[in-house]
């Protein structure tokens, strides 16, 4: 099983400020048949489903501001955001869909400092 | 819109089963590769299942192998996950998911209902 280590657990920023959540996979999800590595981020507000925020470890999905980026490859992957909005109060989980089982991480909430 | 509505949640005894349900709306249904993903009270995500659009066939979390099962009814674009021998363990909000892309288990998932929730106690 790929394990999916997120860190910090928790971040409090200040509005405006950066915001940078860090995911490492124990093994590879570069998948070489397209080079693109097979992770994705998502966020969840309280009492709300997840949203996919980034797939291909840096494809924005429709909709979602520019503020947010995903960067990484092999097995260590970036979300920044990177002027805090009060919106982005959440928890905000990776996810390899490289291999079975599909794993998260243990999820990063973010708060308003 | 691309919708999914999940129902079929509720209260059990250990031991007992519970089939879920996740309808769909809104895009082509037999080309998208569909999961099921719980999710713990105050815990995070754990993936449980998938269906493979193309094959049809089915994956499974190692917990729930021999005890879950994940199907669909193209007739009306839905959905199901029977659950047999619940266990305390297995109490959660349950979403139904769909992938990104048509076909394939490698996707992530754009897409989620509003989940059901499961709680298995006596």
């Known amino acids: 099983d790929i394990v999916m280590t997120q860190s910090p657990d928790s971040l409090a920023v200040s509005l405006g400020e950066r915001a940078t959540i860090n995911c490492k996979s124990s093994?590879?999800?570069?998948?070489?048949?397209?080079?693109?590595?097979?992770l994705a981020w998502y966020q969840q507000k309280p009492g709300q489903p997840p949203k996919l925020l980034i797939y291909w470890a840096s494809t924005r999905e429709s909709g979602v501001p520019d503020r947010f980026t995903g960067s990484g490859s092999g097995t260590d992957f970036t979300l920044t955001i990177s002027s805090l909005q009060a919106e982005d109060v959440a928890v905000y989980y990776c996810h390899q869909y490289y291999s079975l089982p599909l794993t998260f991480g243990g999820g990063t909430k973010v708060e308003i400092k | 819109e691309v919708q999914l509505l999940e129902s079929g949640g509720g209260l059990v005894q250990p031991g007992g089963s519970l089939r879920l349900s996740c309808a769909a709306s809104g895009f082509t249904f037999i080309s998208y590769s569909m999961a099921w993903v719980r999710q713990a009270p105050g815990k995070g995500l754990e993936w449980v299942a998938i269906l493979n659009s193309i094959s049809g066939n089915t994956y499974y979390v190692d917990s729930v192998k021999g005890r879950f099962t994940m199907s669909r009814d193209t007739s009306n674009d839905t959905v199901y996950l029977q659950m047999n021998s619940l266990r305390a363990d297995d109490t959660a909000v349950y979403y139904c998911?769909?992938?990104?892309?048509?076909?394939?288990?490698?996707?992530?998932?754009?897409?989620w209902g509003l989940g059901t929730m499961v709680i298995v106690s006596s």
């Open positions: 998911a769909k992938g990104v892309f048509q076909g394939g288990i490698r996707v992530a998932f754009d897409t």
């Open positions: 093994q590879s999800v570069l998948f070489s048949s397209n080079n693109k590595n097979l």
